[in-house]
């Protein structure tokens, strides 16, 4: 009964089709929104926000990004941390070499890293599934030794380079809550242009293309500007996750920092949260971060002398698991167990 629609009436197609139609998920989503803004920055330690929230908020961006790829258009990719390294290296070489603002020079970041997509993208037009995760695969490696040639680092004799000032509407990105304030503006604009677009007609072309591509052809859904479309916007939406993981969190670059375990660490975040979910993206970003500071706070706890390999052991097993788990049981992830219990709470404390 939390969550019963009786006196929610629909007058208008807008209402109908509203991203959050029912009045408490709206009170929800501006409770979490107010708490994020006005009470975590004021509460949170500097641990907390640069240990746990920046990389929550930055995974969740990359997340997004990809799941725009692999659960709407359901085009699978592997190389989600070159993608990101690719947005962090142009963001960094227009910063030193040109006298561009910084708002300009993170859109051109991540047109730049879209143009990446599109180019590793069209093996899509020819191949799907196991031979496109190599494919992409391909293009990790390829674009993190890349970035490695001295020209994008500025022929730094270690490869490894400061971020530089950052400035952004005479606003100074300084401290750790002036970070977390400028991920989280990014991280919520960015979340609702794709919660629409998905929504959109571009979006119904991609579920299209997901579920039945030769049926999509069939009734006039063009699978080459279709997909490459996809690549673009997630490579986007990832490129803009790199330049802010690396210039707010990391504080440096180095292409070693965007290696493969990046790709896999977004992925499983996708999968654990759930394919074809905004929602999904935020709660397995929640989880992927969590879970190895549980494994370390847990076992001190309860007086455990777990080694460093033992809790690394333990959380690939969990992570494991976990995947097989959703791909077998619940191919939606922790989002559909989510909208499980929203329909539970319709009907509490009534069976039916």
Same mark, same amino acid.
């Given at each position: 009964?939390?969550?019963?629609?009786?006196?929610q009436?629909k007058?208008t197609?807008?209402a109908? !089709?509203?991203?959050? $139609?029912?009045?408490q998920?709206r009170?929800? #989503?501006?409770?979490?929104l #107010?708490?994020?803004? #006005?009470?975590?920055?004021?509460?949170?330690?500097? %641990?907390?926000?640069?240990?746990?929230?920046?990389?929550?908020?930055?995974?969740?961006l *990359?997340a997004i990004?990809?799941?725009?790829?692999?659960? %709407?258009?359901?085009?699978?990719?592997l +190389? =989600?941390g070159?993608?990101?390294?690719?947005?962090?290296?142009?963001?960094?070489?227009l *910063?030193?070499?040109?006298?561009?603002p910084?708002?300009?020079?993170?859109?051109?970041?991540?047109?730049?890293?879209?143009?990446? +997509?599109?180019?590793?993208?069209?093996?899509a037009?020819?191949?799907?599934?196991? %031979?496109?995760?190599?494919?992409?695969?391909?293009?990790?490696?390829?674009l993190?030794?890349?970035? !490695?040639? $001295?020209?994008?680092?500025?022929?730094? *004799?270690?490869?490894v380079?400061?971020?530089?000032?950052?400035h952004?509407?005479?606003?100074s990105?300084?401290?750790v =809550?002036?970070?977390y304030?400028l991920? @989280?503006?990014?991280?919520?604009?960015?979340?609702?242009?794709?919660k629409?677009?998905?929504?959109?007609?571009?979006g119904?072309? /991609?579920?299209?293309?997901?579920?039945?591509?030769?049926a999509?052809?069939?009734?006039?859904?063009?699978?080459?500007? =279709?997909?490459?479309k996809?690549?673009?916007?997630?490579?986007?939406?990832? +490129?803009?996750?790199g330049?802010? /993981?690396?210039f707010?969190?990391?504080? !440096?670059?180095?292409?070693?920092?965007?290696?493969?375990? =990046?790709?896999f660490?977004? @992925?499983?975040m996708?999968?654990? +949260?759930?394919?074809?979910?905004?929602?999904?993206c935020?709660?397995?970003?929640?989880?992927?971060?969590?879970?190895?500071i549980f494994?370390?706070?847990i076992?001190s *706890?309860?007086g455990?002398p777990?080694?460093?390999?033992?809790i690394?052991?333990i959380?690939?097993?969990?992570?494991?698991?976990?995947?097989?788990f959703f #791909?077998i049981?619940?191919?939606?992830?922790?989002?559909?167990?989510?909208?499980?219990?929203?329909q539970k709470?319709?009907? /509490?404390?009534?069976p039916?």
């Amino acid at each position: 009964m939390i969550y019963r629609e009786s006196g929610q009436f629909k007058k208008t197609y807008q209402a109908d !089709q509203a991203i959050l $139609p029912l009045r408490q998920d709206r009170i929800f #989503l501006i409770l979490v929104l #107010l708490v994020a803004f #006005l009470v975590v920055p004021f509460t949170a330690s500097n %641990y907390v926000m640069n240990s746990l929230l920046l990389p929550f908020l930055i995974y969740s961006l *990359a997340a997004i990004g990809l799941n725009i790829l692999v659960g %709407y258009c359901g085009q699978i990719s592997l +190389g =989600t941390g070159g993608f990101m390294a690719v947005g962090a290296f142009a963001a960094w070489n227009l *910063a030193i070499r040109t006298d561009l603002p910084m708002p300009v020079i993170f859109v051109l970041a991540g047109l730049i890293t879209s143009g990446a +997509g599109v180019l590793f993208g069209l093996p899509a037009l020819r191949i799907k599934g196991f %031979y496109l995760a190599v494919t992409t695969l391909a293009a990790q490696f390829f674009l993190v030794w890349l970035l !490695q040639r $001295p020209w994008f680092n500025n022929y730094s *004799a270690s490869g490894v380079i400061s971020a530089p000032d950052f400035h952004m509407f005479g606003w100074s990105i300084e401290t750790v =809550t002036d970070r977390y304030y400028l991920s @989280l503006i990014i991280l919520v604009v960015m979340a609702l242009l794709a919660k629409n677009l998905v929504r959109s007609a571009t979006g119904r072309k /991609w579920m299209a293309i997901r579920d039945m591509d030769v049926a999509a052809e069939i009734i006039g859904i063009r699978p080459m500007p =279709t997909k490459l479309k996809a690549f673009a916007v997630s490579s986007f939406f990832i +490129g803009i996750a790199g330049v802010l /993981w690396a210039f707010l969190y990391l504080g !440096q670059l180095e292409a070693d920092a965007f290696n493969i375990y =990046t790709s896999f660490d977004v @992925l499983f975040m996708v999968i654990i +949260g759930g394919l074809g979910s905004i929602l999904g993206c935020f709660l397995g970003a929640a989880f992927v971060v969590l879970v190895p500071i549980f494994l370390n706070i847990i076992p001190s *706890a309860l007086g455990l002398p777990l080694s460093t390999a033992m809790i690394s052991y333990i959380e690939v097993f969990i992570f494991g698991s976990l995947i097989i788990f959703f #791909l077998i049981v619940e191919p939606h992830g922790m989002a559909r167990l989510w909208s499980i219990a929203k329909q539970k709470l319709r009907l /509490w404390p009534f069976p039916y």
